[in-house]
């Protein structure tokens, strides 16, 4: 009995470390990161619409064709939610060939995990010609097999089932290849909605509590708590008072999702509420338009506004550093557009997602010790005066080149600096005794 015992021991210590050895490798797989572009993220804006499109409006034959470029677009978009991933596709006899690289999860220093995956036409649903992972060769079929359990574990409803389901076919291409869906549009939504509650812990609010919180900044703003102009301190103030008041004990975090969610249809995208409406799978209609916060600006300015309560929103639905990768894309696609890149929209970007990351991440009975510290917009909100201004996408690639280049790099840093100085943003004190 006590050698087996010792043997138990051994093989539990023994087992995780050949595993460990056989997966983790001191160099990545992918030698260069890719890089972020403007380019790159509308391609990945134009693969998501025709996603959508054939799933909206279905038809005989709903096709979704995406070159190896379209490929390697979405993996960069990857790298800015998860740091340090690389990754690459490219067309081979056999297929498309997929290759990442990822630094081994809270301890980066130890080296890389490693993955490569060969897919090959099917008819007859998802197949794999080849896998590996760090040095070890898998069986195809196990390796699939592994993955859609992962997926059925991870984000529940057996979705990785659904999701080779959804891909019954594949026809490569010259450039990549040229898959049929079998998604309805009520799953692309079902998924969307598992993907944002796995991400971010929990459901969506009611679209009726929205809807009061909605209400309480209408009849403020009615009754003149809130003046209808001037600075929107007041108005972020205003919402973690109210989840305060009406959360019951441990819904707190939700009732200020809600609250947030009913700020950013007065003051934020409407875009992104209509989503959010879709998202809650309520079937309910996104909070209409309202008067409420037409006059209301962040630093003077109406985008400064927007860009702050949006990116909050948003880093309600998600993560933070999704969250700021949908507002640095958002900007990248913008250097093409009329509008322009402006870091000045960035830096209300991460003010807004410090302000709800700082409130999320605390114990709501120390919520007003934080909101003792929201006094005006220095509070809440990072200078950027003496940021590069508005910048078209020539000017932004003749300064900057790309998204990954050291002198953007900078910029952001001191961004990242500042945000994490805000008063709002600095951790609180340890509770006395």
Known sequence: MKTFIRLALAGAVLLPLALGLALIEREPL???????????????????????????????????????????HVMAFGARVYPGLRGAA????????????????????????NAEAVIPAFDQGPRLAAARLGRLDLPPELALGAARLGANLILGERFGDRLLAAVPRLELTPEGGRATLAMSDADRKRLFRRLAGTLRGGDLPSPQAVAAHLRALQEAEAQGVLAGRGSLTPYLRFIVEQAMRRARPGEERQELAAAIFALNAACGSQPFSVLIAKMSGKDAPPPPRTAVCRKVTLAGQDDKKRHFVTSAA????????????????????????????????????????????????????????????????????????????????DEFVARFVNADSPAYREVMRRIEARAAALPVARPLPAPEG
Not at 100 to 112: C, I, N
Not at 361 to 378: G, H, I, M, S, T
């Open 90 to 113: 490219e067309r081979v006899a056999q297929g498309i060939r997929l290759r990442l690289s990822a630094p081994v999860p809270f301890a980066p220093g130890l080296g890389w995990i």
């Open 314 to 393: 948003i880093e309600v639905a998600s993560t933070m550093r999704i969250s700021l990768t949908m507002g640095e894309y958002k900007e990248l696609m913008d250097s093409i557009d009329r509008w322009g890149f402006e870091f000045a929209d960035i830096a209300a970007n991460v003010s807004g997602l410090r302000f709800v990351e700082a409130f999320m991440n605390a114990d709501p009975a120390r919520w007003p010790e934080l909101l003792a510290r929201v006094k005006d917009e220095d509070s809440v909100l990072i200078r950027f005066d003496d940021l590069p201004g508005k910048l078209s996408r």
């Open 30 to 72: 992918v030698a260069m990161p890719l890089r972020a572009t403007p380019e790159g993220a509308k391609a990945v804006k134009r693969l998501f619409h025709r996603v959508r499109a054939v799933t909206v409006e279905p038809v005989a034959e709903p096709t979704v064709e995406a070159s190896v470029a379209d490929l390697e």
